[in-house]
């Protein structure tokens, strides 16, 4: 079964400044997607960034941005000049592809409180 | 685009009621509508996937008599509640995968969540 590790439960940063997510995750799996969730006090779940395993390239979307490393099993979000509505949960999820008798269904991280100082 | 509209945003029942509640998907068809559970300041936990015209997957430990679910259209997803007690007092949250392919069917659209509390 796959699973995903958030080590963070909190962290804080400077507004302005630039911080990191840190998620790992495991499967024997070679074709899946991983996404970053926000989900701020009114916790509506918003997607923030997602990534196909089978591309190289890291996903980017305006100031976030992650790090996939596909043999490390990992996938951190760069979040850069941090804004005030930044603050919220972070969640990392992994998602099986469409085959293979998947549902598709999110298995998430346990999540990262962000808060952004002024 | 790819709206879902989950109804009520929060409900208070008392002990032994049932309370439904509703997962709509307005803008696109939901071959498959998900149902989590969101304790306080805990992850999302997968309770049940819902097919359109067939029976709920439930996870293991979820009690499908307690937690009904009904996914009779490709827009509506319903999670009914039997005789909630306090201890279902949690933060439901569903979504939905667009039945069309590509990069539409491979998100997860996420309702705004319900919060119940059983007294």
């Known amino acids: 079964a796959q699973t995903v590790t958030q080590s963070q439960p909190e962290m804080s940063v400077q507004e302005a400044e630039t911080v990191t997510l840190s998620c790992t995750y495991d499967t024997s799996e070679s074709d899946y997607y991983l996404f970053w969730y926000k989900q701020p006090p009114s916790r509506q779940m918003i997607l923030v960034i997602r990534q196909e395993a089978y591309k190289q390239q890291n996903a980017t979307e305006n100031r976030f941005s992650v790090n996939f490393q596909k043999a490390a099993k990992s996938f951190s979000l760069k979040i850069s000049d941090s804004q005030l509505g930044d603050a919220a949960m972070y969640f990392c999820?992994?998602?099986?592809?469409?085959?293979?008798?998947?549902?598709?269904?999110?298995?998430f991280g346990k999540g990262t409180k962000l808060s952004v100082k002024p | 685009g790819a709206v879902v509209s989950q109804h009520p945003s929060w409900v208070i029942c008392k002990s032994g009621t049932s309370v439904k509640i509703e997962c709509r998907s307005l803008?696109?068809?939901?071959?498959?509508m998900f149902w989590y559970r969101q304790f306080p300041k805990q992850s999302l936990m997968l309770m049940a996937t819902s097919n359109e015209g067939s029976k709920a997957t439930y996870e293991q430990g979820v009690e499908k008599d307690k937690f009904l679910i009904n996914h009779a259209s490709l827009t509506l997803s319903t999670l009914t509640v039997t005789s909630a007690h306090p201890e279902d007092s949690s933060f439901y949250i569903c979504?939905?995968?667009?039945?069309?392919?590509?990069?539409?069917?491979?998100?997860?659209?996420f309702g705004q969540g319900t919060r119940l509390t059983v007294v």
């Open positions: 803008d696109f068809q939901a071959t498959t």
């Open positions: 979504s939905a995968r667009d039945r069309r392919g590509g990069r539409l069917n491979t998100e997860a659209f």
């Open positions: 999820a992994y998602r099986s592809p469409n085959y293979g008798g998947s549902q598709g269904n999110l298995i």
